[in-house]
C-alpha cells in the first residue's frame, strides 16, 4: 500500500473511532442526565402529594385530587397496603394498562406499555409511622428518546461531515508531505538512469524538516559531482602528464634503434633524455600515488618532536645535496610540537625542493611563534609568484609556468600534496609571494605545540 493512501486510510480511521466513541460518551451523558432530572420531577410530585393531600383523600378515590400532581402525559395511582389500587388519574387511556408490581420499597421502574416506554416512581405512603400504601408517580419517557435520537442523528451527520474534511485533508496533507519525497527519489532514478548529477527543484524557502532533508540531498549531490569530476580532472590531468615522458621516452628510442648505435652524439643525447624523463616519471608516479591515498599510514604515530633540531637536520641534507646555503633560524632553543615527523619531513621536504627549484640565492628557515600557533616558514629569494596564479598553486597539477616547471621537473602536485598532509595533522598552509623578491610558504601549527 502506497504512503500516501496509508495517511489517509490510517487517519481517518483513527479520526472515526475517535468520533464514534466520542458520540457514544454525549450520547450516554445526555441520557444520564435526562433521566436523573426525571426522577427528580418524579419524586418530587409524589412528595407534594404526600405533603399536600390527606391520607384519608387520597384513599377516597377522588382522582380529581390527583390531577394537580399528575404530569403531562403521566399518570398518579395510589394503592394500599394489599397492592390494590384505590386512587388513580390520567389523560392517557394508554398508561391505565400499566402492570401493577408487588412490590413495596421505594424505586425506579422503565417499562413499556403499548410501545411506549415510561418511567415510574414508587413511593411507600406512610402516616405516623404506619404504612398506609403506595403512591406511583408515571411518566411517558417518548420525548426523551425523541431527542435522544435527533442528538445520535446530529451526531453522526457530523461525525460523517468531519470524516468527510478528514478524508479531504488528508489527501491534502499527504500530497504536500510526500510532494518533496517523490520529487527526491524522481531525481534519484533519473541520476541512476541518465548517470548525470541532478538536484531537487526547492522552490519554497520554508525551513521545515522536508525542506532540509532537500537541501541536505541537493548538497550531498553537488560534493558528489565536484569528487566525482575532481576524480575525472584527476586521472585526465595523471593520464596526460605520463603520456608526455613516455612519448619522449619513445620517440628517443626509435631514434636510437634507427640512428644512435652509429652517431655517438645521438646516443648520448637520447640516453641523456631517456634518463630524464624517466626519472621525472617515477617522481610523477609517487606524486600520483600520494595524491590518490590520503589514508595514513599505521606506522605514522605521532611522537614528541623538537623543531629546531628537527629543520636542521633536514636543511642539512638540502644543503649538501642541492649545494645551497639553507639557514635555520629560531626564536627558541628548544621547542616540542607532538606530531607525525614523516608527515612533517615530507611537507617540509616539499617545500624546501620548490625553494631550491625556482630559486637560485640562499633558502631560510624560519620557526617562530604567534599567539597560540607555530609557524614554520621556507623563505626563499626567487622570482615569486604572480598574484593572478597564487591562488591556485595548491591545486592538483597547476604549474605556473609549464615550460619552466618541466625543465625543473616539477608536475604541480607537490603544494597540493603538502596541504593535505599539513591538513592530515589539523595544520594549514599558507603562501605570500612577491614578484623579484621571493615566495614564503608557512606551515601553522596550533594544536600540537607542547609547553
Ligand atoms: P611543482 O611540482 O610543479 O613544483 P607545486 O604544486 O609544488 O608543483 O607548485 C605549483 C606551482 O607553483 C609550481 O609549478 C610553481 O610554478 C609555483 N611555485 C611553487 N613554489 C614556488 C616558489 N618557491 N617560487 C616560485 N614559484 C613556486
Excluded at 575532481?230 to 628517443?252: G, N, R
Excluded at 605521532?302 to 623543531?307: A, F, I, N, S
Aim: glycine letters at 4%.
Amino acid at each position: 500500500m502506497k504512503i500516501r493512501t496509508k495517511i489517509q486510510w490510517y487517519s481517518s480511521l483513527f479520526l472515526s473511532v475517535m468520533l464514534v466513541l466520542l458520540s457514544i460518551i454525549v450520547l450516554i451523558a445526555f441520557l444520564w442526565i435526562s433521566i436523573e432530572r426525571e426522577q427528580d420531577m418524579l419524586e418530587n410530585q409524589a412528595s407534594l402529594i404526600e405533603e399536600n393531600v390527606k391520607a384519608k383523600d387520597l384513599m377516597s378515590g377522588h382522582s380529581s385530587l390527583l390531577e394537580p400532581y399528575t404530569p403531562d402525559d403521566g399518570m398518579v395511582r395510589v394503592f394500599d397496603t394489599e397492592r390494590r389500587l384505590v386512587n388513580i388519574f390520567t389523560d392517557e387511556e394508554d398508561l391505565q394498562e400499566l402492570m401493577i408490581k408487588s412490590v413495596d420499597e421505594k424505586g425506579y421502574d422503565f417499562s413499556k406499555v403499548d410501545g411506549e416506554y415510561v418511567l415510574t416512581y414508587r413511593y411507600p405512603y406512610p402516616e405516623k409511622g404506619q404504612s398506609l400504601g403506595m403512591i406511583e408517580v408515571t411518566q411517558t419517557q417518548d420525548t426523551l428518546l425523541d431527542h435522544l435520537s435527533t442528538l445520535a442523528i446530529v451526531l453522526a451527520g457530523s461525525s460523517l461531515l468531519v470524516i468527510l474534511i478528514s478524508i479531504i485533508a488528508g489527501k491534502w496533507l499527504a500530497n504536500l508531505i510526500l510532494k518533496p519525497i517523490a520529487l527526491m527519489s524522481r531525481t534519484m532514478t533519473d541520476i541512476e538512469e541518465s548517470g548525470e548529477f541532478k538536484q531537487i527543484p526547492l522552490s519554497d524557502q520554508s525551513k521545515d524538516e522536508l525542506q532540509i532533508m532537500g537541501v541536505a540531498f541537493n548538497r550531498m549531490i553537488g560534493r558528489l559531482e565536484l569528487n566525482f569530476n575532481q576524480q575525472q580532472q584527476f586521472l585526465s590531468d595523471a593520464s596526460h602528464e605520463l603520456k608526455t615522458p613516455i612519448t619522449v621516452i619513445e620517440s628517443y628510442s626509435s631514434l636510437l634503434k634507427r640512428w644512435g648505435m652509429k652517431d655517438a652524439a645521438i646516443q648520448e643525447e637520447a640516453v641523456e633524455a631517456i634518463h630524464h624523463e624517466a626519472t621525472r616519471m617515477k617522481q610523477l608516479t609517487e606524486h600520483l600515488l600520494q595524491a590518490a591515498s590520503q589514508t595514513v599510514p599505521a606506522a605514522d604515530m605521532e611522537e614528541k618532536v623538537e623543531l629546531h633540531s628537527f629543520c636542521e637536520q633536514i636543511a642539512q641534507t638540502f644543503r649538501r645535496t642541492g649545494n645551497r646555503e639553507v639557514t635555520v633560524q629560531s626564536e627558541f632553543n628548544e621547542i616540542y610540537v607532538m606530531i607525525t615527523p614523516s608527515k612533517l619531513e615530507q611537507v617540509i621536504v616539499i617545500l624546501l625542493d620548490n625553494a631550491m627549484k625556482y630559486s637560485e640565492l640562499s633558502i631560510n628557515l624560519i620557526i617562530k611563534q604567534q599567539d597560540e600557533r607555530i609557524l614554520i616558514s621556507v623563505v626563499d629569494q626567487g622570482p615569486g609568484i604572480s598574484p593572478e596564479h597564487l591562488p591556485h598553486v595548491f591545486e592538483r597539477f597547476y604549474r605556473v609556468d609549464s615550460s619552466r616547471t618541466r625543465k625543473t621537473g616539477g608536475n604541480g602536485l607537490g603544494l597540493s600534496i603538502a596541504r593535505s598532509l599539513v591538513e592530515s595533522f589539523e595544520g594549514s598552509l599558507e603562501i605570500q609571494s612577491e614578484l623579484g623578491v621571493g615566495t614564503t610558504v608557512t606551515i601553522i601549527l596550533s594544536h600540537q605545540i607542547l609547553i
